[in-house]
């Protein structure tokens, strides 16, 4: 898919370095989070979720952190690779009765050999 | 490896023609969502499916869009007539939503439609 925006806000990152990407959501009732990672001409890919009764999740190389104070999301990356390279998105669920995700705008992350 | 497909993967076609695109859901998934990307309003949610019943085309134009799903193995999405500012990539993306859990979509890989 195409790559989102021509002012998306950039992360250049070098390889081997921690990568941190924040997303602010503005819902206080979103009770779930995504976080999609999107390469150069292929769709969203999942990364990792979060519910909202939780402040942190691990998975492989990579930890979402949520603080439901300031409705504040942040995705680590840890040893940024340069597959790593891509468009991220944070995605939020809000309500019970909407199953639909509302996505944000994006932040690409260039990692730099 | 499941995965979403989806048809065509490029279109190119004159104003005023009808266009669909097709996709096809990961077996036993039970939601189907159309998404449209574009470089200044990125990922947008024109509608979703649940057990092939449409639960929300809020984000879709009603005078030009419709969206079905024929089967569970099909949802398309129809634009008649198209116009330039629908070109875009339109993803399809399936998810399976069983009591509150997890809302993961899996996407396809996108149409990329141009109209002139």
């Known amino acids: 898919g195409e790559s989102v925006g021509l002012h998306l806000p950039t992360l250049s990152v070098q390889e081997g370095d921690n990568s941190i990407i924040n997303c602010a959501y503005s819902?206080?009732?979103?009770?779930?989070f995504i976080w999609y990672k999107q390469e150069s001409g292929k769709g969203p890919q999942f990364i990792i979720d979060?519910?909202?009764?939780?402040d942190k999740r691990q998975g492989q190389r990579v930890t979402v952190l949520l603080n439901k104070t300031v409705k504040h999301l942040s995705l680590q990356i840890a040893a940024t690779q340069p597959g790593d390279s891509a468009v991220y998105f944070c995605a939020e669920k809000t309500g019970t009765g909407r199953r639909a995700l509302t996505f944000g705008s994006g932040t690409r992350l260039q990692v730099q050999p | 490896d499941a995965r979403v497909t989806q048809t065509p993967r490029h279109k190119v076609t004159e104003m005023g023609q009808e266009v669909t695109m097709r996709c096809q859901p990961i077996l036993g998934h039970n939601t189907v969502f159309w998404y449209r990307q574009t470089m200044m309003q990125g990922l947008e949610l024109l509608a979703y499916?649940?057990?092939?019943?449409?639960?929300?085309d809020s984000g879709m134009p009603k005078d030009r869009f419709s969206a079905e799903m024929p089967d569970a193995t099909l949802a398309t999405l129809k634009i008649q007539p198209s116009e330039p500012r629908d070109s875009a990539v339109y993803f399809c993306?399936?998810?399976?939503?069983?009591?509150?859990?997890?809302?993961?979509?899996?996407f396809g890989p996108g149409t990329r439609l141009t109209v002139t």
């Open positions: 979060i519910r909202s009764n939780m």
């Open positions: 499916f649940r057990n092939r019943a449409p639960l929300d």
């Open positions: 993306a399936s998810g399976l939503v069983i009591g509150q859990g997890s809302y993961e979509q899996y």
């Open positions: 819902n206080s009732a979103s009770d779930y």
